[in-house]
């Protein structure tokens, strides 16, 4: 049972002021901020910048040492670098990260540091620290958003999310803490028919305003729905955001189509924060007040396609500062046509282990073959693992349509796309696992991805 809006909105103020997280005044600023011009958001991005680079210098020797070697240290000093003089700065990645995290992480931060780890999806799993003021971030980052759509704090939202299969008593004290803010958590890691028609129930009897989870899990959900003839009622939807990982064209149809309403992209990570949200309007909305986004080739050159290199503006615990997120992202010079000064990317592609490569070295977008095995009948869900440029393992639940034919269709569409020498393991499955995230990947690819992404095809 759900209580009223007012209540659980009050219910999480109270949280997070005993939490001893700023997230409604940081709401009440970005509220404010979105609305500034581009000529006063860099401003706005500058001051903050200024005062992480004064923070890393002071608590952060592993920057510090490239503030002193990039010669900036005076001007950090004296509150004067701008956002491109970054540039001057080499990246870091995540193995910088995790080698050397003690001499990164201010555990004296006001608030308290937190360790966090990440999904470990692109096969790099890291442990990181962080601060209050980077969850209230993410929290009021995704509050303003929901306004955007007509969704209040403190109205009901369903969270298909990773949760664990027995819960303990500190999870039954946060499973009645989701139900006083209005939150249903559903489990992203059990995702059997059984439960799946169970989720189906407790959204129609919960009918919420907004539905929130991973991609993957979402539009799994959506197709168990619709190949059960299921109809889903929810009068009082307005939006489903899916988040996680990259959402395809034909997941966002699907998931429209059974839902019955417009879906909406957030792009974040774990360790790099919430970066963008899409709105009303159609467009991904960079997070300009708390965000920094590079786009860079493999030799760190700006370019319009490429990977996504952040300066998180609210990570004083552990500063990333220039880090490569391994996401490819394609800038845009749009306006957002809403007003706003938010910075419009045009789309985020993929990550970098999203892309498959061809035995001719092509690079191709995970798109190129997953619309190859949507296209045999017979072929209920798939997976694909590229273990070498010339091994492909392609994991099938099949249907009752499955056939020698079907088999036989996916090994020519795949060879056709990757050449005729791929060797192919195709292994039929009761079902397919998620990652240890929660998420539903289509592609994984363990092959690198050289020379940058130029010539990515999609």
């Known amino acids: 049972m759900s209580v009223p809006a007012w209540f659980a909105r009050n219910v999480f103020r109270l949280q997070e002021a005993a939490m001893h997280r700023p997230t409604f ?7 404010r901020t979105q609305w500034l011009s581009r000529d006063d958001m860099l401003d706005y991005q500058t001051g903050h910048l200024n005062v992480l680079l004064q923070t890393a210098l002071a608590h952060s020797p592993w920057h510090a040492s490239r503030l002193h070697t990039a010669g900036l240290v005076e001007t950090v000093r004296a509150g004067a670098v701008l956002p ?10 995540k193995r910088d990260a995790r080698e050397n995290v003690e001499q990164l992480v201010w555990r004296d931060v006001p608030g308290g540091v937190f360790p966090y780890t990440t999904g470990g999806s692109s096969g790099e799993p890291l442990i990181f620290h962080f601060g209050r003021a980077r969850q209230a971030a993410d929290a009021a980052g995704r509050l303003r958003a929901r306004r955007w759509w007509g969704v209040e704090p403190g109205e009901r939202e369903v969270y298909l999310w990773g949760a664990p299969v027995e819960l303990s008593k500190t999870d039954r004290i946060k499973t009645l ?3 006083l803010v209005n939150q249903l958590l559903l489990n992203a890691f059990d995702m059997s028919p059984a439960c799946m028609d169970e989720y189906l129930e407790a959204m129609r009897a919960w009918n919420p305003k907004a539905i929130y989870g991973y991609a993957s899990s979402l539009a799994l959900l959506a197709a168990h729905a619709e190949a059960r003839g299921t109809r889903l ?3 009082a939807l307005r939006v489903v955001s899916t988040t996680g990982e990259p959402l395809f064209p034909h997941q966002r149809e699907l998931i429209e189509r059974v839902f019955g309403v417009p879906v909406s992209v957030e792009y974040g990570a ?7 949200l899409q709105s009303p309007d159609g467009v991904l909305l960079q997070m300009c007040e708390t965000h920094l986004i590079e786009v860079l080739d493999a030799a760190g050159n700006p370019v319009e396609e490429g990977e996504a290199v952040i300066t998180s503006l609210v990570s004083a615990a552990q500063p990333f500062i220039r880090y490569r ?3 490819v992202v394609r800038h845009s010079g749009r306006n957002d046509p809403g007003g706003r000064g938010l910075t419009v990317l045009d789309t985020v592609v993929g990550r970098q282990t999203d892309f498959i490569v061809a035995a001719d070295g092509r690079i191709m977008h995970a798109l190129a073959v997953i619309y190859v095995l949507r296209a045999v009948p017979g072929v209920g869900q798939f997976k694909l693992i590229q273990h070498a440029i010339d091994r ?8 009752t349509y499955w056939n020698d034919e079907a088999r036989a269709a996916v090994i020519r ?5 990757l050449g005729t020498k791929l060797a192919l393991d195709i292994r039929l499955l009761d079902a397919i696992a998620p990652e240890a995230s929660g998420k539903h990947r289509y592609v994984v690819s363990h092959v690198p991805v050289h020379g940058g992404l130029a010539q990515v095809g999609r």
Do not use: I
Not at 392 to 399: A, C
Not at 413 to 417: D, E, H, K, P, Y
């Open 25 to 31: 005044p940081m709401l009440e600023e970005l509220e």
């Open 84 to 93: 491109s003089d970054l540039s001057r700065l080499p990246t870091m990645d």
């Open 177 to 179: 803490r989701d139900r």
């Open 233 to 235: 009622r929810l009068p």
């Open 270 to 276: 774990r360790d790099a924060g919430l970066m963008a």
């Open 325 to 327: 997120t391994g996401d």
């Open 392 to 399: 492909l393992e392609v994991q099938v639940v099949p249907d």
């Open 413 to 417: 569409g795949l060879q056709a796309r």
